[in-house]
């Protein structure tokens, strides 16, 4: 069975801060793909990334950044330089490269505070 | 980008009542479509998978004769929950699997809120 942890409930940070967000997971197999959602208030769920198990390059996307290091099992999202809009609930998540059920981590709240 | 919809967004209902959900891939086929359901302040919870043409597959702990799943086309699936009760009341989610589209990702549609008085 896939884990997926997201130690940190919630995040306060003040706007133009930087935030990282941590996800480790757990799974025997060796492809998996490891994602990043966010959950506005609205509730629906917006995709940021999709990392395939094999590809372990650093990703940046605008004010996004993800850091995968298979060797600790960790997919780490960062937002630089945050704003109010980034306030939401970020999941972490897991599947294998066959299935598409994917495996939440429990969520991290972010607030930013202006 | 494909577009996964989901009707009703909202439904309040009576206990002991039967409440339909739909959910629909608008401009692509869906075989495999998944159905979560998140309590407030957790986290999205399997429910089933669905398959177009047979029968879902549903997680353990989840009663199949509550929650029915009916996946009659490549797109639309529909969950059921019968006799529903407060502690029914939930964010109910589903996704669609892009896989044979070129998307290669799951996308989910915006969520049914649902409320059992």
């Known amino acids: 069975a896939q884990k997926v942890t997201q130690a940190q409930t919630e995040i306060s940070v003040v706007e133009k801060e930087d935030v990282t967000l941590d996800c480790v997971y757990e799974?025997?197999?060796?492809?998996?793909?490891l994602f990043w959602y966010k959950q506005p208030p609205s509730g629906e769920l917006v995709f940021l990334i999709r990392r395939n198990s094999f590809d372990e390059q650093n990703e940046i996307s605008g004010r996004y950044s993800w850091n995968f290091q298979k060797s600790t099992s960790s997919f780490n999202f960062t937002i630089t330089a945050s704003q109010v809009v980034d306030s939401a609930v970020y999941f972490c998540?897991?599947?294998?490269?066959?299935?598409?059920?994917?495996?939440f981590g429990a969520g991290t709240t972010v607030t930013v505070r202006a | 980008g494909a577009v996964v919809s989901q009707h009703p967004s909202r439904v309040i209902c009576k206990s002991g009542t039967s409440v339909k959900i739909e959910c629909r891939s608008l401009?692509?086929?869906?075989?495999?479509m998944f159905w979560y359901r998140q309590f407030p302040k957790q986290s999205l919870m399997l429910m089933a998978t669905?398959?177009?043409?047979?029968?879902?597959?549903?997680e353990q702990g989840v009663e199949k004769d509550k929650f029915l799943i009916n996946h009659a086309s490549l797109t639309l699936s529909t969950l059921t929950v019968t006799s529903a009760h407060p502690e029914d009341s939930s964010f109910y989610i589903c996704?669609?699997?892009?896989?044979?589209?070129?998307?290669?990702?799951?996308?989910f549609g915006p969520g049914t809120r649902l409320t059992v008085l």
């Open positions: 996704s669609a699997d892009t896989s044979g589209t070129g998307y290669n990702e799951q996308f």
């Open positions: 401009d692509f086929q869906a075989t495999t």
């Open positions: 998540a897991l599947s294998l490269v066959n299935d598409y059920k994917l495996s």
């Open positions: 669905s398959n177009e043409g047979s029968k879902a597959t549903y």
């Open positions: 799974t025997r197999d060796t492809t998996y793909y």
